[in-house]
């Protein structure tokens, strides 16, 4: 992405601001979103056959064939060629400016919510699953343009300052943990954007989005981004490929 010095020290300022920045535009052409979105597509399109660690229902049900609220974790290890997309290139060029130079890739997954449906995704701060990181981001991408009533991002601005708050937890219908932050709902801001555009947050931001009431699918990548040493990113990345070797069968 190439953003002027002047829109880049906004989006800077914006950032470390709020907690959370909108983008319009990564700069990216429709063509090569499109050809994410396929490759994004082919793996939701073989849901039934990626390990429960790696797609699973946010929905809660347990019919793999058919899930309410599909969400699939790793994608970029699950289909490398998503690394080498220019979205995936954009997305590193935002979080460089925003983390510096030495930002890289930590995690990605994809979430398809479909239309119709009243779920929300919980109110939550990434650091609530990462909590010993220090310095970490995440990049929302959609793949249409999203308004607030087709499950937008929503933020509390400013939120990401106190730091990490205690979450609580609840299991879902199958069985899985998760947690979940309540939020005083006059400190909401949603985030509408639209298609080629992203949002970025920081790790302690207090986040959800909405339900999707609109008529499509509104599908989105999220990647995350961190700091560290060259020798730091080379065990991540050791540990992530056995991770996904150890479960990925596919
Ligand atoms: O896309 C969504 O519904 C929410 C994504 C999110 O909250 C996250 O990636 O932490």
Known sequence: MTLDGIESRAVQERFSEDGYVVVPSLGVAQSEIAAARALLDELFDRFASIPPQFAHDLGGSANRSNPILPEINAVSTLAPALRRTALFRAALGLARQLL??????????????????????????????????????????????????????????????????????????DGKTVQYLEVDEREVSEAPCPLGGATAHDLHMVHGAGPNLGENVRRAWIIDFTVGSLAA????????????RRYAVI
């Open 100 to 173: 510096g130079p030495g930002a890289y890739p930590l995690y990605d997954h994809a979430i398809y919510k479909p239309p119709g449906l009243a779920g929300t995704t919980s109110w939550h701060q990434d650091s609530g699953y990462d909590p010993d990181r220090a310095e970490r981001l995440a990049v929302w991408m959609p793949f249409q343009d999203t308004a607030v009533a087709d499950g937008a991002m929503r933020y509390v601005p400013g939120s990401h300052r106190a730091g990490r708050r205690p979450h609580l937890t609840r299991t879902t219908a």
């Open 233 to 244: 990113r080379t065990v991540e990345a050791a540990k992530e490929k056995v991770r996904v």
